[in-house]
């Protein structure tokens, strides 16, 4: 079974505040992997991290900004809340080298700013 | 340009009768194909999978059918139960470059009635 965990589940803010979406995960993958959805969208791709001080921008471009000092946690950061970033926001794991390359997908955190 | 396509948003089945849920894609160099299940308010969780060496592959009450000339995968779920309902994603990845950074499609919110 998957233990990643996403705090907080949900999040309303107003706009200019700082934020961080807390990632963990017990499984000791060193594969974790930002993902934003919208309602009746596909899942963007905004970050991920192959290892401790690895992070790369993934497919969507993002004003968000990630961190990996350790491998069970991977947190998100967003310096200046905008209406424009609500969204849900899914953190994700998976084992370096696995075949059937399954990410293992936290609960997510419902973003609004308000 | 969406390079993993599922067009039908939405699929509605009674209970015990068959959900065939669609899904196209643009690159011919994806190599593994996946499907994931997501309820509201929580993460998607890994549902089946399929290599393209595979043209079919079955768990339990779910097949996942690859055609490779065609661009196209299907899921059966048979029977149906009022469970299933929630959005299926397909997903695709090129194994061995992409490092786990998987494409998504937009989701068909399936419903099953009793």
């Known amino acids: 079974e998957a233990d990643i965990y996403q705090t907080p589940r949900y999040l309303v803010i107003g706009t200019g505040k700082k934020i961080t979406l807390e990632c963990s995960q017990t499984?000791?993958?060193?594969?974790m992997y930002w993902y934003q959805q919208d309602p009746g969208m596909e899942l963007h791709l905004i970050h991920y991290?192959?290892?401790?001080?690895?992070?790369e921008k993934g497919d969507l471009s993002s004003e968000s900004t990630v961190s990996r000092i350790r491998t069970e946690h991977f947190p998100l950061t967003l310096e200046s809340a905008r209406p424009s970033h609500t969204s849900q926001y899914l953190c994700?794991?998976?084992?370096?080298?696995?075949?059937?390359?399954?990410?293992?997908f936290g609960s997510g955190t419902q973003l609004s700013v308000l | 340009d969406q390079q993993v396509k599922q067009n039908s948003p939405s699929l509605s089945v009674q209970e015990g009768r068959i959900s065939i849920l669609n899904c196209d894609y643009t690159?011919?160099?994806?190599?593994?194909f996946l499907w994931y299940k997501k309820y509201p308010a929580e993460g998607p969780t890994f549902l089946i999978s399929?290599?393209?060496?595979?043209d079919k592959n079955e768990d339990g009450r779910f097949t996942v059918f690859l055609n490779k000339s065609a661009k196209h995968l299907s899921l059966h779920i048979v029977p149906s139960q009022p469970g299933d309902s929630a959005v299926y994603f397909c997903?695709?990845?090129?194994?061995?470059?992409?490092?786990?950074?998987?494409?998504f499609g937009q989701g068909t919110i399936l419903t099953v009635h009793p």
């Open positions: 994700a794991s998976s084992e370096f080298g696995a075949r059937d390359e399954k990410l293992f």
């Open positions: 499984m000791g993958h060193d594969k």
């Open positions: 991290s192959y290892g401790v001080n690895s992070t």
């Open positions: 690159n011919s160099m994806f190599d593994y």
């Open positions: 399929i290599s393209s060496i595979k």
């Open positions: 997903a695709a990845i090129l194994r061995g470059t992409s490092y786990g950074k998987l494409t």
